[in-house]
Nanobody, 124 residues
């Protein structure tokens, strides 16, 4: 079973940048890894997903142009570089893997493995 550990979340001012990291205990080449977030009182939503086999990256509209997902195969790690942060980016950010579904790649319901989350707080 894949174990995921996130880090990098902290408080930052609007306009700032953060890089989140997710280390996987086991690397899955044939699937996807991604970042999701959940703000208080809201449902968990997809932010960015990367194909671990080199098939590309997918972004939510809210992330396009500001966030970049990447991976380091040698370190079994996926990163989320977040630039131009906004207060509405405040949320718990979760790493996910083992996509089981095939319908909507940014749908949290399609992923079977989750990390414990890392908090990102953006102040205005």
């Amino acid at each position: 079973q894949v174990r995921l550990v996130e880090s990098g979340g902290r408080s930052v001012q609007a306009g700032g940048s953060l890089r989140l990291s997710c280390v996987a205990s086991k690397y899955t080449y044939s699937n996807y890894m991604g970042w999701f977030r959940q703000a208080p009182g809201k449902e968990r939503e997809g932010v960015a997903v990367i194909s671990t086999g080199g098939g590309g990256a997918y972004y939510a509209d809210s992330a396009k142009g500001r966030f970049t997902i990447s991976q380091d195969n040698a370190k079994n790690t996926v990163y989320l570089q977040m630039n131009m942060l906004k207060p509405e980016d405040t949320a718990m950010y979760y790493c996910a893997a083992e996509r089981l579904g095939q319908e909507r790649i940014l749908d949290p319901g399609e992923y079977n493995a989750w990390g414990q989350g890392t908090q990102v707080t953006v102040s205005s």
